[in-house]
């Protein structure tokens, strides 16, 4: 008997008391393991329907998903980081639902942020890979990149996502409760709970979007001020960049100094060592090498080292380190997760066959129905079909050997990586997408050169073999977050699978149009382009491959040996090989976000204080990031019109840098007096 038929019988006023805990805060055995015998009871009785997927809450994810798209991918390419949109949709979600007065509007409001956080996961896979095609595109003109291959590619992949993690679901999300934090789903699921408190948690946000959106926008349109300041216009900062190859750059935008607070002191502090390393220390002794030396550990480099910049030394040698860490960092993970993948697989397999006993119980209960095993099975296979056809007639002109190998390449690796995206979601938060899809770019290179397709053709094909594995990691990824939230409230998760399916299909659209615009306003090639650092590395990588010219075999080793190194001391390696390979000037930015945060979470001895300032701090980072992205893209339409607002002696000029720096000391003084006026509650 459920405990609160106990409690109802001692009377109305218990009774009462008893429904209000039930909707303002989680159980008890919510984040820790259960005891043996001990069921976990979700918000929303498993016994009762409760109102999803209504025509409110699908219009409204829909629509989330548009706007987060459209911002996530300006800055992922801008910034080489995605930020998560699943917190800022939820609590837009609850802002909107309080603001209207629905009722019981719990199970609604978490599909407004399923369907709406594809975009965060569609954009990350898009953007990491295909963007390549412009970037090469320049070099090699006979290329051609369609719109219907870039939305194919993201759209597919993502399908391909859901499917291969629903047969893990009930591993992740059920057998391992307690085991795993699920860091942004426990945040994402704090917001969607307290719901008149995160309400209130509106209007920060919006404050917050407002002053990132107008920071970020008068820099991106009008010039006012410089994006970047540098060392070079300090006394004698140029002689140090041109002589000895040392150079201190950082982006002054609200957007990213958003980001650094949400990652945090710890991994900021560690991306911003890995960069360091490159920029202060590898470099500078790179300068001093001969060039038959530089010339071994990059054969595609035939220029002079003398008249090199720093940027060109970073982009030539030095971060083709990073990436041969980020590869290494994804066959660490692969093994690591090797009994998660055995354990998971025979999870699902008894599912497939029907189950016994228990398990008959548990699938029958709404809290814990998928869409059945036998239509996700018949899903799996119609969708690498679709892969299959896509190859087949719209990457690989009709080669069936050369479709046959991609299939099998992209299914294989897709599936294994499936557990390691999730395994690395549920502990950090953080799922390490880049440094499996550059393996992955690497082995299909290698196969399909292997297989007889080369030079330009093959760069297509390898490159839409890596975003549709790419896209579907990260939907991994992002969806076994947004099923562990459904999970601890009682949503029903294959409605939420269900969904799933059409937020992917417009995140996908979405991002096709974005790409096309930015590359046309901006270009991923040149000065003033984005910097889109995760696709220029995948460039790097796979040109050499597929032009028969020889890769930078030495310096991926190095990089490689640097992340085993790393990992036997404990220290996250693919956060380190991750600085090493972002621009210098992208990464300081998140150390100034994390120390923001750490100082504005220690000022006093209350713990419970320094948790509400970090949860304002949270809100206001959010704010920065959804404005300063959303405006920027707003920017680039703009540009994409043809109407040029840009004062563009000003802004290359010293003085321009000098007001940029005054202007990003007050954003953080604003940063810090809003979080810091907090008072506990």
Request: aromatic letters at 10%.
């Amino acid at each position: 008997m459920p405990i609160e038929i106990k409690f109802y019988l001692r009377g109305s006023k218990t009774k009462i008391m008893e429904e209000e805990k039930k909707i303002t805060g989680l159980p008890s055995n919510a984040f820790r393991e259960l005891e043996p015998g001990e069921v976990y009871q979700p918000l929303m009785p498993a016994d009762k329907k409760m109102p999803e997927a209504t025509p409110w809450s699908v219009i409204w994810g829909l629509l989330m998903a548009v706007l987060f798209s459209a911002a996530a991918a300006y800055l992922g390419l801008k910034v080489g980081q995605v930020f998560e949109a699943a917190i800022p949709i939820a609590i837009i979600a609850v802002g909107l639902s309080s603001a209207t007065k629905r009722k019981n509007a719990l199970g609604e409001n978490v599909i407004i942020q399923s369907i709406g956080a594809s975009s965060g996961v569609i954009v990350a896979g898009a953007i990491f890979t295909l963007p390549a095609l412009y970037i090469l595109q320049a070099k090699y003109p006979d290329m051609t990149v369609t719109f219907l291959q870039v939305f194919m590619s993201s759209l597919l992949g993502g399908i391909l996502g859901i499917l291969f993690l629903i047969p893990f679901r009930k591993y992740f999300v059920k057998e391992m409760h307690g085991k795993y934090p699920f860091p942004e789903a426990t945040a994402t699921t704090q917001v969607l709970v307290s719901g008149e408190k995160a309400g209130n948690q509106a209007k920060p946000l919006l404050i917050a979007g407002l002053v990132g959106g107008v920071f970020d926008f008068v820099v991106a349109t009008f010039g006012t001020w410089s994006e970047t300041f540098t060392s070079r216009v300090l006394p004698y900062g140029a002689e140090l960049a041109d002589k000895f190859k040392v150079v201190f750059k950082i982006n002054t935008g609200a957007a990213v100094l958003g980001l650094g607070y949400i990652v945090g002191l710890k991994y900021a502090a560690i991306i911003c060592a890995g960069s360091a390393l490159v920029w202060w220390i590898i470099v500078p002794v790179m300068a001093q090498l001969g060039d038959g030396t530089l010339q071994w550990l990059n054969p595609a480099v035939v220029d002079s080292v003398t008249g090199m910049s720093p940027e060109v030394l970073f982009k030539s040698f030095a971060r083709h380190i990073g990436i041969g860490g980020i590869a290494m960092a994804g066959i660490i993970g692969i093994f690591k997760s090797r009994k998660i993948i055995m354990d998971a697989v025979g999870l699902a397999s008894k599912e497939l066959k029907g189950g016994k006993g228990h398990g008959e119980v548990e699938i029958e209960l709404r809290t814990q129905r998928d869409i059945p095993m036998k239509i996700i099975v018949f899903g799996v296979v119609a969708a690498l079909l679709a892969v299959f056809a896509f190859f087949f007639f719209g990457v690989m002109e009709f080669n069936l050997l050369h479709a046959v190998v991609g299939i099998l390449v992209v299914g294989i690796i897709a599936f294994l990586f499936t557990t390691v995206a999730a395994n690395a979601i549920a502990i950090v938060g953080t799922n390490p997408v880049s440094g499996m899809t550059l393996m992955t770019l690497i082995l299909a290179s290698v196969i399909m050169v292997a297989v007889g397709l080369k030079g330009t053709g093959g760069i297509v094909s390898a490159l839409i073999m890596g975003g549709v594995v790419c896209t579907a990691l990260s939907m991994a990824g992002g969806f076994i977050t947004d099923l562990k939230i459904g999970y601890w409230l009682g949503s029903t998760p294959a409605t939420q699978e269900k969904w799933k399916f059409l937020g992917t299909l417009v995140s996908a659209a979405t991002v096709g149009g974005v790409l096309i615009i930015l590359n046309k306003t901006y270009g991923f090639t040149g000065n003033g382009a984005l910097v889109a650092p995760q696709a220029n590395a995948m460039a790097a990588v796979i040109d050499p491959l597929m032009s028969g010219t020889s890769a930078p075999w030495v310096l991926y080793g190095l990089g490689a040996l640097l992340s085993l190194v790393l990992t036997f001391f404990r220290i996250p390696a693919l956060a380190f090989a991750l600085g090493m390979f972002i621009p210098l000037d992208l990464n300081l930015p998140l150390l100034v976000g994390g120390l923001i945060q750490w100082y504005v979470t220690s000022r006093t001895k209350d713990k419970a204080l320094n948790e509400e300032r970090g949860e304002l701090g949270t809100l206001i980072a959010s704010g920065f990031i959804a404005g300063g992205a959303l405006m920027g893209v707003v920017s680039a339409a703009i540009r994409f019109t043809g109407v040029n607002l840009m004062q563009t002696e000003w802004v290359e000029s010293n003085g321009a840098q000098w007001v940029s720096l005054a202007a990003y000391a007050l954003l953080i003084c604003f940063f810090v007096w809003q979080t810091l006026m907090k008072k506990k509650n």
